[in-house]
Structure formats: C-alpha cells, structure tokens
C-alpha cells in the first residue's frame, strides 16, 4: 500500500482557485497511474483527473478547461490545479495511486474543498 496525504483544501469562493498537493511513499513513484477523485455528499465517487508516469493526462467532464493534474517524480508528488472554482465543485477530494500489476489501488484519507461566497 502506498501512504498518501492531501493538502491544499479548504474554502474558496467562487471563481477562486486551489492548488492541491499530495506526496506519496511509492517507491518507484514514476511506475504508479495517479489520479484525483472526488465525492460530494449523497453522490457517487467521481474521477476528476488520471496522470500517467509519462504525463498522459485524462480529465473527468467536471474537470475539462478548469482543472490541471500534473505530477513531479523527482518529488513523488501529484498535484491539482483547480481554477474557476464553482458552487458544484464542494466535495471530499481524493488522491489516489493505481498500480497496473496487480491492479492495486491506494488512496488517501481524503480532503474537504469548499465553495461558497
């Protein structure tokens, strides 16, 4: 299992934007399939973004033209810049490490993002 730790949270008001960071302890990291995922109260756990090792990018329709993933090996960190922040986008966001062998899924604990004037 790979640790993993979200930050950057936290209230923002509309049309603001928020960087999210989450280090990881996978060891290689370069080998893991990252990703952000996010769950609002009452609905189903949704894909935000997936990042490649080689920086192959998929995005989930809530996501397209606002939000950017992107990853740093060197720093086994993910990233998600989300900008133009809208009264839909509040949920518990997750990060998340796929392993292709083994199809193995770690994630973090989860984190509150909140948008409200």
């Known amino acids: 299992q790979v640790q993993l730790v979200e930050s950057g949270g936290g209230l923002v008001h509309p049309g603001g934007s928020l960087r999210l960071s989450c280090p990881a302890s996978?060891?290689?990291?370069?080998?893991?399939?990252m990703a952000w995922y996010r769950q609002a109260p009452g609905k189903q756990r949704e894909l935000v973004a997936t990042?490649?090792?080689?920086?192959?990018?998929t995005y989930g329709d809530s996501a397209k033209g606002r939000f950017t993933i992107s990853r740093d090996n060197a720093k086994k960190t993910v990233y998600l810049q989300m900008n133009s922040l809208k009264p839909e986008d509040p949920a518990v966001y997750y990060c998340?490490?796929?392993?292709?062998?083994?199809?193995?899924?770690?994630w973090g604990q989860g984190m509150q993002v909140t948008v409200s004037s």
């Open positions: 996978a060891c290689p990291f370069s080998i893991y399939v």
């Open positions: 990042i490649t090792s080689g920086g192959t990018t």
């Open positions: 998340n490490a796929y392993l292709i062998v083994g199809s193995v899924h770690s």
